[in-house]
């Protein structure tokens, strides 16, 4: 057992939390994370509309009796969904965990903190992480640059970021983008973080509700496969390599290029037509770098026991001995 300020917090017994990801954060997933004894979160805009999440949060709470979450990802928008909607939906769905990414979330957060419900606000900068704690959050994630989505644009990566959010931010947090395993457990609670927050992987996971050819082809990726889209429309988005993003950074790389270039191939309806089909090079899909750690297709509940173990072992037995081992100073 690994016991931090995050476990706490949420009630969890393992710190490890599986973020909102959009097609994927479905009530299989959620519950099957919540019955290891990590935290899983539902991601509400999955969901077409708000009856349909509160559908969803019934299902999962149908398949298990441990908390979990949902992710509100707030977008900027010409046309936002129904945001106050989704918002009633997680209230009245009795949900008590909220994840919220994105801008500005301080009318989400102050509704949600109304009705006792605690908040992880996910960002990727310290000052955002600095400027959510000052908004009341109970939590923060922060995403380095390895991370699949959207990883900002200031590109500095999880083992710079972790320490440098975890020596000014009071409240917990987790670390997120590039964690897959149990070293990397160890590491984020090395570098100040109090536990970790993962995508990518719980993707390649049996319980994941995607297509089975999504999953091998993100066994089979290396650390390379992934592009980095929307680069110059400063939305910056991290993507896993395959024949449309690689056409979209074409685009891009000419030099002027408008939303409306690229649009057709970044399409929402285009990604989730793909995945429906089991396309892999039909659209554009979310993946980090930490394809490159990924070797197997485990369930949920083998993958978390695996982290834990792993992180006990490299904490107790690898750095523990380097210490035990430490030759002893000759006496002056
Ligand atoms: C397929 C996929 C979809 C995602 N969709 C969302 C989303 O809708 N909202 C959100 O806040 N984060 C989203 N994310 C980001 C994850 O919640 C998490 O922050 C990220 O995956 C961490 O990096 P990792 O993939 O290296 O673990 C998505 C990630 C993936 C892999």
Same mark, same amino acid.
Not at 231 to 254: D, G, P, W
Not at 313 to 319: D, K, P, W
């Given at each position: ?15 490890? #939390?599986?973020?909102?990801?959009q /097609?994927?954060?479905? #009530? ?8 290891a ?9 999955t ?41 009633? *939906? ?7 965990i ?43 994630s ?22 440098a959010? *975890? ?13 897959? &395993? ?41 650390e390379? *496969? ?41 399409a ?10 089991? &396309?892999?090079?039909?659209?554009? /899909? ?18 978390i ?5 792993e ?8 750095l523990?001995?380097?210490?035990? *081992? ?7």
């Amino acid at each position: 057992m690994i016991t931090t300020r995050i476990t706490e917090l949420f009630g969890i017994d393992h710190p490890i #939390a599986q973020g909102g990801m959009q /097609w994927v954060g479905k #009530a299989e997933l959620v519950a099957a994370v919540a019955n290891a004894g990590a935290l899983g979160f539902i991601t509400a805009l999955t969901q077409p509309t708000p009856e349909d999440l509160a559908r969803e949060i019934r299902r999962t709470r149908d398949m298990t009796d441990q908390p979990f979450g949902v992710n509100l990802t707030i977008l900027p928008s010409i046309k936002p969904p129904p945001y106050a909607e989704y918002r009633q *939906a997680i209230i009245e769905g009795g949900v008590k965990i909220v994840e919220t990414a994105g801008y500005k979330p301080q009318e989400h957060v102050d509704h949600f903190k109304q009705h006792g419900i605690k908040v992880i606000h996910k960002c990727t900068a310290v000052r955002h992480a600095l400027s959510a704690e000052r908004m009341g959050v109970d939590a923060i994630s922060i995403d380095g640059f390895e991370c699949a989505g959207h990883p900002g644009e200031d590109d500095i990566p999880g083992l710079i970021l972790i320490p440098a959010a *975890a020596d000014r931010v009071k409240i917990p947090m987790l670390a997120s983008g590039g964690f897959g &395993d149990g070293r990397g457990l160890a590491a984020a609670l090395a570098l100040g973080a109090d536990g970790i927050n993962m995508g990518t992987r719980f993707c390649v996971t049996k319980e994941a509700p995607i297509p089975d050819a999504f999953k091998q082809r993100m066994v089979e990726n290396d650390e390379r *496969a992934t592009d980095l889209i929307f680069r110059t429309l400063h939305n910056t988005a991290r993507v896993m390599k395959n024949a449309v993003s690689q056409q979209v950074v074409e685009i891009e790389r000419r030099g002027g290029a408008k939303f409306e270039d690229v649009q057709a191939l970044v399409a929402g309806a285009r990604g989730r037509d793909a995945l429906a089909d089991g &396309d892999t090079d039909g659209g554009i /899909w979310s993946a980090g770098m930490i394809q490159g750690l990924i070797h197997d297709i485990p369930t949920v509940k083998d993958l978390i026991d695996r982290i834990i173990a792993e992180a006990e072992a490299v904490i107790e037995s690898r750095l523990g001995r380097m210490l035990a *081992a430490a030759p002893k100073k000759a006496p002056a």
